[in-house]
């Protein structure tokens, strides 16, 4: 085969194909389907974070200073040898030359119906397709853009905000902002923008758009900065997402930075990324090894214990607890924060460890929200300090799942979000078979960004062996819960259709077949809704439950015990009678526990979660006090619980741990001494 060497600026690429290339020579360049390119010469740039005020406009939702945490530390950087950048994003006309078949996405959800658009619905992996494609055709190298090449670029000697100062345009400012599309709920006037390129710039050396029309893909797997200079990098060897730069439309305007950085799943792809090409030879430097592990992930056992089946005595109660799980330091800005700390998920692995994961963030509702998780070894006393989990770069990861299928495999789901609410989720799972020292690349297992997608921890399998994962049928407060369902083994997933009533649901089968469910929301008679299923989740009847309805920060379960009987843990507000040891009918608040042992007719057991010592203050939800006693429990929190093999039951808030067992629950609770 015939090598084709090609001078370009300052230097030579080659090509091993056996086409003719006609080499770029001038400062611009138009290739054979009409892309225009500009000649990047080369240079050295501080890239990374800036650290001086925000603008006015250019806020910060997320509470950060002067940039997130991945963009520091600030370094040099050397681009040793020129290149050409295409001079806008890669257009619907041009990519379907390479991909005819990709016409029938324009105008999904309303985007990109023009010739004239940047390509949209492209994942990582087609995107490089088509720049193999572009080489095949033409015999130069074409490829994705390193992302040092690309703030680079963009900044075009900048050293501001954005290429063009501090501030954007009142034109992009109007197309910035935050989305919840296509969640139409949480937005009844949007108006879908265009992404018809050539619209914003050019800057300094002549690139159009790189600043929020779409984002662009990158070469480099996504990974922390390194400190010290750097000469052409190229990123990590490995890693789970592909970064992506520029932000796009609907995108707060502080997202759409030089230095801000995102990235996503290579496999994802939705009406927010999009891409432009390079063309010369990808940088020769070696990659950098993969960044160590996660505390979480370090010095894991994998020896099953041999007394991991002996706990307290089952005849006697046993209780532990409130044990604080949620340690990340006062002062932390990311990637984990300490302000809210929040939807939990816990499993036992098979070594005897639990595993808590659950959301970091200042807003909720702010692309910093990522999955941190913690370990409590076998045998010891406390969790460890919490260390991330999984966070796709400026994504709301919303939320975590956590199940053990009961042989090796623990599983992980998450909510993949397309932008910086939880309006736009697919669904993800991961698997991990060495107790969560190591998880599989992330499946998309429900791809289309939308509702009815956000994981509940409640997942149960079906007596058919049928893994049933409930999921947020909406965004807000009502319109109850889907449950997706996968015949395989988590392979495939289908929506069973119907609608549980409440969101967050809990879920159980009943020795009949039956499924049984409680969420918040959608109250009956201003109780809280009970919904019954005959058909696997396809149809759902309603009716009252005993129990309080409850509202924000607050989250039930619902589980069968190995030994049979079902558990239900929620709050109650208002007074709920239980009977004490003394055979006292008293009130109490916060959090209880019920039991049934007819299959949910009847819930004959209740009781606080509580010491039933006297009174004392604890932390509740990001570290508000409350009053734990024998008549008052914590008064909020997202639940997640899960029964050991030795029989006791874990129970996690969104702050705290308690463990007990079912002897616990069926004793009744201490009488209250009066004076």
Same mark, same amino acid.
């Given at each position: 085969?015939?090598?084709?060497?090609?001078?370009?600026?300052?230097?030579?690429?080659?090509?091993?194909?056996?086409?003719?290339?006609?080499?770029?020579?001038?400062?611009?360049?138009?290739?054979?389907?009409?892309?225009?390119?500009?000649?990047?010469?080369?240079?050295?740039?501080?890239?990374?974070?800036?650290?001086?005020?925000?603008?006015?406009?250019?806020?910060?939702?997320?509470?950060?200073?002067?940039?997130?945490?991945?963009?520091?530390? !600030?370094?040099?950087?050397?681009?040793?040898?020129?290149?050409?950048?295409?001079?806008?994003?890669?257009?619907?006309?041009?990519?379907?030359?390479?991909?005819?078949?990709?016409?029938?996405?324009?105008?999904?959800?309303?985007?990109?119906?023009?010739?004239?658009?940047?390509?949209?619905?492209?994942?990582?992996?087609?995107?490089?397709?088509?720049?193999?494609?572009?080489?095949?055709?033409?015999?130069?190298?074409?490829?994705?853009?390193?992302?040092?090449?690309?703030?680079?670029?963009?900044?075009?000697?900048?050293?501001?905000?954005?290429?063009?100062?501090?501030?954007?345009?009142?034109?992009?400012?109007?197309?910035?902002?935050?989305?919840?599309?296509?969640?139409?709920?949480?937005?009844?006037?949007?108006?879908?923008?265009?992404?018809?390129?050539?619209?914003?710039?050019?800057?300094?050396?002549?690139?159009?758009?790189?600043?929020?029309?779409?984002?662009?893909?990158?070469?480099?797997?996504?990974?922390?900065?390194?400190?010290?200079?750097?000469?052409?990098?190229?990123?990590?060897?490995?890693?789970?997402?592909?970064?992506?730069?520029?932000?796009?439309?609907?995108?707060?305007?502080?997202?759409?930075?030089?230095?801000?950085?995102?990235?996503? !799943?290579?496999?994802?792809?939705?009406?927010?990324?999009?891409?432009?090409?390079?063309?010369?030879?990808?940088?020769?430097?070696?990659?950098?090894?993969?960044?160590?592990?996660?505390?979480?992930?370090?010095?894991?056992?994998?020896?099953?214990?041999?007394?991991?089946?002996?706990?307290?005595?089952?005849?006697?109660?046993?209780?532990?607890?409130?044990?604080?799980?949620?340690?990340?330091?006062?002062?932390?800005?990311?990637?984990?924060?300490?302000?809210?700390?929040?939807?939990?998920?816990?499993?036992?692995?098979?070594?005897?460890?639990?595993?808590?994961?659950?959301?970091?963030?200042?807003?909720?509702?702010?692309?910093?929200?990522?999955?941190?998780?913690?370990?409590?070894?076998?045998?010891?006393?406390?969790?460890?300090?919490?260390?991330?989990?999984?966070?796709?770069?400026?994504?709301?990861?919303?939320?975590?799942?956590?199940?053990?299928?009961?042989?090796?495999?623990?599983?992980?789901?998450?909510?993949?979000?397309?932008?910086?609410?939880?309006?736009?989720?697919?669904?993800?799972?991961?698997?991990?078979?060495?107790?969560?020292?190591?998880?599989?690349?992330?499946?998309?297992?429900?791809?289309?960004?939308?509702?009815?997608?956000?994981?509940?921890?409640?997942?149960?399998?079906?007596?058919?062996?049928?893994?049933?994962?409930?999921?947020?049928?909406?965004?807000?407060?009502?319109?109850?819960?889907?449950?997706?369902?996968?015949?395989?083994?988590?392979?495939?997933?289908?929506?069973?259709?119907?609608?549980?009533?409440?969101?967050?649901?809990?879920?159980?089968?009943?020795?009949?077949?039956?499924?049984?469910?409680?969420?918040?929301?959608?109250?009956?008679?201003?109780?809280?809704?009970?919904?019954?299923?005959?058909?696997?989740?396809?149809?759902?009847?309603?009716?009252?439950?005993?129990?309080?309805?409850?509202?924000?920060?607050?989250?039930?379960?619902?589980?069968?015990?190995?030994?049979?009987?079902?558990?239900?843990?929620?709050?109650?507000?208002?007074?709920?009678?239980?009977?004490?040891?003394?055979?006292?009918?008293?009130?109490?608040?916060?959090?209880?526990?019920?039991?049934?042992?007819?299959?949910?007719?009847?819930?004959?057991?209740?009781?606080?979660?509580?010491?039933?010592?006297?009174?004392?203050?604890?932390?509740?939800?990001?570290?508000?006090?409350?009053?734990?006693?024998?008549?008052?429990?914590?008064?909020?929190?997202?639940?997640?619980?899960?029964?050991?093999?030795?029989?006791?039951?874990?129970?996690?808030?969104?702050?705290?741990?308690?463990?007990?067992?079912?002897?616990?629950?069926?004793?009744?609770?201490?009488?209250?001494?009066?004076?």
């Amino acid at each position: 085969m015939k090598k084709v060497c090609i001078l370009l600026g300052a230097g030579l690429f080659s090509s091993t194909l056996g086409l003719a290339a006609e080499a770029p020579t001038g400062k611009t360049f138009t290739n054979s389907i009409g892309m225009d390119f500009v000649r990047v010469d080369p240079g050295t740039f501080q890239m990374g974070v800036s650290v001086k005020p925000l603008p006015e406009g250019v806020v910060n939702i997320s509470g950060q200073v002067n940039g997130d945490s991945d963009e520091a530390p !600030v370094h040099e950087v050397i681009i040793s040898r020129a290149f050409y950048l295409g001079v806008c994003e890669v257009t619907n006309a041009q990519y379907e030359r390479f991909d005819p078949g990709h016409r029938r996405l324009r105008g999904k959800l309303g985007f990109s119906k023009e010739d004239d658009e940047a390509v949209v619905f492209v994942d990582w992996h087609e995107a490089t397709r088509f720049c193999a494609w572009l080489t095949a055709q033409e015999g130069l190298p074409y490829r994705l853009p390193a992302e040092a090449e690309w703030e680079y670029a963009c900044r075009a000697g900048s050293m501001t905000f954005f290429n063009e100062g501090d501030t954007l345009s009142p034109a992009l400012l109007e197309r910035s902002g935050e989305s919840w599309y296509p969640d139409m709920s949480r937005e009844s006037d949007v108006t879908v923008l265009g992404t018809k390129v050539r619209q914003q710039g050019p800057n300094a050396w002549g690139l159009f758009d790189m600043h929020g029309n779409v984002e662009e893909w990158c070469a480099d797997w996504y990974g922390p900065y390194c400190p010290g200079a750097a000469q052409d990098p190229v990123g990590y060897a490995s890693g789970i997402f592909r970064v992506t730069r520029g932000g796009s439309h609907s995108t707060e305007p502080y997202y759409l930075r030089s230095a801000n950085r995102s990235a996503a !799943v290579p496999e994802d792809k939705h009406w927010l990324i999009g891409f432009r090409v390079a063309l010369g030879p990808a940088p020769e430097t070696m990659p950098l090894p993969a960044p160590a592990p996660e505390r979480h992930q370090q010095e894991v056992k994998q020896a099953v214990p041999p007394d991991i089946t002996q706990g307290p005595d089952p005849n006697v109660p046993y209780f532990k607890g409130p044990r604080k799980y949620v340690h990340i330091p006062e002062d932390a800005v990311g990637p984990m924060f300490a302000k809210h700390n929040h939807v939990p998920a816990l499993v036992e692995c098979p070594n005897g460890d639990l595993l808590a994961v659950w959301y970091s963030c200042i807003r909720e509702r702010g692309r910093e929200l990522g999955a941190v998780a913690s370990r409590l070894r076998y045998g010891n006393e406390e969790w460890e300090p919490a260390a991330p989990f999984w966070d796709v770069p400026d994504r709301n990861d919303h939320a975590s799942a956590l199940w053990f299928d009961g042989d090796c495999t623990l599983f992980h789901f998450e909510g993949l979000s397309a932008a910086g609410t939880w309006g736009n989720l697919a669904t993800i799972l991961r698997t991990s078979a060495d107790n969560g020292a190591t998880w599989s690349h992330p499946s998309i297992i429900i791809p289309e960004h939308n509702t009815r997608h956000m994981p509940i921890e409640s997942i149960i399998r079906l007596g058919n062996g049928h893994i049933v994962l409930p999921c947020d049928a909406v965004t807000g407060g009502q319109g109850g819960t889907a449950l997706w369902v996968s015949p395989d083994n988590g392979l495939t997933w289908i929506d069973a259709g119907g609608t549980i009533a409440g969101i967050h649901a809990g879920v159980v089968e009943l020795n009949d077949g039956r499924l049984l469910a409680f969420g918040r929301g959608d109250e009956i008679d201003g109780r809280m809704s009970m919904s019954v299923s005959e058909y696997k989740g396809a149809k759902w009847g309603y009716s009252a439950s005993p129990f309080q309805a409850i509202g924000g920060g607050q989250r039930l379960v619902l589980r069968r015990l190995k030994e049979g009987p079902l558990l239900f843990i929620s709050f109650a507000k208002e007074p709920e009678p239980i009977v004490d040891s003394s055979g006292t009918t008293r009130a109490i608040t916060g959090m209880y526990a019920a039991l049934s042992y007819d299959e949910g007719q009847t819930w004959t057991v209740r009781r606080p979660i509580s010491d039933d010592g006297p009174g004392r203050e604890v932390e509740t939800m990001d570290g508000v006090p409350f009053v734990l006693s024998a008549s008052t429990a914590e008064p909020k929190g997202y639940l997640a619980v899960c029964q050991a093999r030795n029989g006791v039951i874990h129970l996690i808030s969104s702050r705290q741990h308690y463990a007990f067992n079912l002897a616990w629950l069926e004793a009744s609770p201490s009488a209250v001494l009066s004076g």
